[in-house]
């Protein structure tokens, strides 16, 4: 069982940066992949970026490439999104997840889901 607790959302200006946090609670974090999704008032949830166990391969969704990037450090169990360049259609409540596969957009493979925490962009 994994636990997955986000941090580090927030209300930001256009054009800002944001850092999520996701912190897992568990010894085995280390050999899962991690990804972050977010979803938008009357949106489906979308994906948006993951990470290997590893942490040797990443993948985006294109409307964030270039501007987000997914990092992880095992020993603090600790997943991050750096998120530059935000802009409002960016806003969303963002939840961090985690799968025993390899990094994938697909939500279904992904077992275990944080609460989410809330990202707001003005513009």
């Known amino acids: 069982q994994v636990q997955l607790v986000e941090s580090g959302g927030g209300l930001v200006q256009a054009g800002g940066s944001l850092r999520l946090s996701c912190v897992a609670s568990?010894?085995?974090?280390?050999?899962?992949?991690m990804g972050w999704f977010r979803q938008a008032p009357g949106k489906e949830r979308e994906f948006v970026a993951a990470i290997r166990w590893s942490a040797v391969n990443t993948v985006y969704a294109d409307s964030v490439k270039g501007r987000f990037t997914i990092s992880r450090d095992n020993a603090k169990n600790t997943v991050y999104l750096q998120m530059n360049s935000l802009k409002p259609e960016d806003t969303a409540v963002y939840h961090c997840a985690a799968t025993r596969s390899i990094p994938t957009m697909s939500d279904y493979a992904y077992e275990f889901w944080g609460q989410g925490t809330p990202v707001t962009v003005s513009s």
């Open positions: 568990g010894r085995t974090f280390s050999s899962y992949s």
